[in-house]
């Protein structure tokens, strides 16, 4: 019989991807629009979370550490460790910035933000 | 002026999903299906490699490991440094057993057989 775990270490990036993002507080503050891979690491960037705008248009998208994402069966989602207003005023980037050759510089930002010790 | 970088260190998960994979000989194994990422140490854990089948049905898929896959911008796909044989007799699975909660069984066989150290 195969081992049922609702909470496992292994998760597809194809699953990860359009999941929603929830704040200490429960609100929805956005959901995951990819991952940023690390070629020279083996690491996982950070997931780029997209929030505000309007069929895309104007949306904002922040790089949060992969290692603060806690997937809660619950919800059905991720909840990170923040208040609404860390969140705010969190580094925006586009999505080309984040998802471009230039992740580095959004990923070292945002571990600085966010406090996390760099993996790399 | 930003850099441009057609090598970079940084890649979006959406876009690694459904590049071609080449052997040394430069010949087509399949495509990338998902990537398999690790909660625990933020590692990646391998890249899902589908081959064979026809429409899905009777498809087998390989992990392999992520630092093996080369990006070349010529062939728009990554090569990985084995032949055919050595990919047909490397283990297969099934999609569920590799993107399940059982994945870090896969992991280990693909690590093993590839002779990658491990990364966790």
Sequence with gaps: MPTVSRHTDAIAASRVI????YNTAGESIGSIEDVMLD???NGIMFAVIGFGGFLGIGEKYHAIPWSLLDYEVDKGGYVVPFTKEQLEAAPVYSINELTGADGTRARDASYDYYKVDPYW
Excluded at 18 to 21: A, D, E, L, S
Aim: proline content about 0%; glycine content about 14%; cysteine-free.
């Design 18 to 21: 359009g999941t929603n993002v």
């Design 39 to 41: 070629k020279t690491s």
